[in-house]
């Protein structure tokens, strides 16, 4: 009855895992990636570099 138990405490937790890599490579790892990408052009500029902003200014 031990292996049972196991095995219907396996099925009852795989969807929760399941979701788990959906919210990771779909909401996670890419938000990741725009904070780093982000970061990196932030830091790249220098005084007098010439920004357009949302706006359009």
């Not at 895992?17 to 052009?41: C, D, H, N, T």
């Amino acid at each position: 009855m031990e292996g049972t138990d196991t095995m219907s405490m396996i099925n009852a937790l795989w969807p929760f895992v399941l979701m788990a890599g959906i919210f990771y490579f779909m909401l996670w790892r890419p938000q990741k990636k725009e904070q780093q990408r982000r970061k990196s052009m932030l830091g790249a500029l220098k005084k007098g570099d010439k920004v357009i902003n949302i706006g359009g200014i």
